[in-house]
């Protein structure tokens, strides 16, 4: 058996990576016009940071894993097809800043149907609006000679940092298809190679519809929830309750659950806020206005946050930063990876070089082309640095601000850093992940995420 997948980004890669792995049998070829990207994942420096992605792929490549820019031959060889090819948000036209733009999706449908040769299943792993397989399907029929084709969603739940083992032990695969003869038979197809390592009532089959809308209303809620806890963080600091201790207590309700509780600066990554701006895109376009700006406050309670997060620092530091350094420890939108796609870091140094602060960035896995690209565009401002550790980024700093959770933050030598930063020396943890009551003891001014920066006791600390 032979499958192929059109797209070698965070979403393709390891998922093909895994499937090769877990059959030896398959052929599967990754397919990606971008050539460089392509000699990356086969070279020693794949082109995705994620813990164990290297091991699964030096396993298989080679031997039923390839890497290539020969779409068509691709193509033509696979019984399945993959498609794992960008949606981001659209950028001009009709439904600009919430719709997602489908090009890629629909070059990836005509190419498909100009090179096909035989019967083919074409799986959606790419996140897309409801519906997006009617059109791939009557793109397919409209264009192609031998025309026996078969769609399928199959959305991908991994998360970046863990998604191999997300992809080893997923909560659930969810396969959408046809409720006909072909439909269910293509499904089947694919649900036997999943089978292969992953318990058969864990993966779901649902109507093509249901399986697309999935996948963008788990990100919603995902997405919600921190957006929650992000609202009460505020009321926290303000009150002197503890965010983390909420957290906590709610999450111990099993209705509620323990997860996605945790405060942040903000969340990012490629997905949260396309796929519910595309969910309050469709609910306007299906004529569900409440319920389109209902999902659309869950990304405007996280600009919000992101916002306050940096204007804390300013005020803090006696309403200037102007011509103050200060250290960011942290770059990419979450610990273990260099994917910085949303990631709050852009809005919190944007802010603070704004105030005309110096800003200087340490993160260990982003590349500094990469940080100022994102911060900057094609700007040049000489106030953005990027150190190459953290202890150089904080030396002579005002503050330092944790944007991201890596391990390494938390055990750098804080009373070294101390003595090399201008006093009073302030700490913003963005991620509550530092030991604030030892910091404190150092001499630094603490301000971590949803809780008040000193003890307060009675009514008139509070006021
Ligand atoms: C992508 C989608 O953006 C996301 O909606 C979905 O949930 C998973 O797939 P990701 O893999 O993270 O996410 O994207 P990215 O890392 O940008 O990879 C997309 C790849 O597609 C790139 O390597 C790009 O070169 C390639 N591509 C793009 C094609 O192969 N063909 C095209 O026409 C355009
Ligand atoms: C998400 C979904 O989890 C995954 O199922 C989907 O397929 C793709 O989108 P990802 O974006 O890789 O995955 O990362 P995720 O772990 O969900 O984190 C997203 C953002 O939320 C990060 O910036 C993270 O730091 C933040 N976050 C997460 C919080 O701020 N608090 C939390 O409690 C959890």
Redesign the pocket.
Known sequence: MKICCLGAGYVGGPTMAMIAAKCPDIKVTVADPNATRIAEWNSEELPVYEPGLYEIVREARGRNLFFSTDLDAAIREAEIIFVSVGTPTKKQGIGAGRAADLRYVESAARRIAAVAEGPKIIVEKSTIPVKTAEAIITILHANSKSGQFQVLSNP??????TAIEDLLAPDRVLIGGEETDGGKEAVERLVSIYARWIPRERILTTNLWSSELSKLV??AF??Q??SS?NTISALCEATGADVDEVGNAIGKDSRIGP??????V???????QKDILNLAYLCQHFGLPEVSAYWESVVKINDWQKRRFAGRIVQELFNTVTGKRIAILGFA??KDTNDTRE??AIAVCQDLLAEGAEVVVYDPKVREIDIRQDVLGNAVNDNLKVAGSAAEAAAGAHAIAVLT?WDEFKSIPYAEIYENMPKPAFIFDGRNILPHAELRKIGFRVYPIGKASRILRRRSDVE
């Open positions: 991908e739940f991994l998360a970046e940092g788990a990100n995902l997405a929830r921190i806890i997860k996605f509780l945790k405060a942040s903000g969340f990012g990554g490629s997905c949260f939108f979450k990631t709050a959770e």
